[in-house]
């Protein structure tokens, strides 16, 4: 699995013009699930998340997790961090992980960082959204976890 990570002060996530999911403060999860991935995979993304420590402390320093600060994540699915483009001008997605498999371990990874306590809000799998987002430093991280023995 591969995430964009964003420190946000709010974000929202609109299909067809609608809201479906916003937070005022804490994190945007672009989550991208990989052929390889499994619900381990999944599990350890997720604590690496709600313990990433991304936040200013009072000294102003990187120091305090999405838990400690009490914030939220928005996570959105986006198939396109699995893309390759090393080669001619269309991206590959030969290393996506076919739809079936890719949504039941979004749903895994909403459900494990809800159950370290994070409060979520998320886009809808395979919709065409937009996410409009304030971007908070900015501070973005790109995280990867791979299945045990594939990397």
């Given amino acids: 699995m591969k995430a964009v990570v964003q420190r946000v ?3 929202e996530v609109r299909v067809a013009g609608h809201p479906v999911g916003a937070i005022e403060g804490g994190l945007v999860v672009l989550l991208g699930v990989m052929k390889l991935d499994d619900e381990a995979v999944a599990e350890r993304l ?10 200013p402390d009072e000294a102003g320093r990187m ?3 999405l838990l400690e600060c009490g914030g939220s994540a928005l996570v959105v699915s ?5 893309a390759d483009g090393r080669k001619g ?5 030969d290393r996506a992980a076919d739809p079936e498999p890719a949504q039941a371990l979004y749903r895994a990874f909403v459900a494990a960082l809800g159950a ?4 979520t809000a998320e886009g809808v799998f395979r919709a065409q959204m937009e996410v409009e987002l ?3 430093g900015p501070v973005t991280f790109v ?9």
Wanted: proline content about 2%.
């Fill in 89 to 93: 001008r269309r991206p590959s997605f």
């Fill in 116 to 119: 370290r306590g994070v409060a």
């Fill in 134 to 136: 304030v971007n908070d």
């Fill in 63 to 65: 120091n305090r997790s």
């Fill in 143 to 151: 995280l990867e976890e791979l299945r045990e023995g594939s990397g």
């Fill in 78 to 82: 986006q198939i396109t961090l699995a």
């Fill in 46 to 55: 997720a604590e690496r998340i709600a313990t990433f420590r991304c936040f």
């Fill in 9 to 11: 002060t709010r974000a």
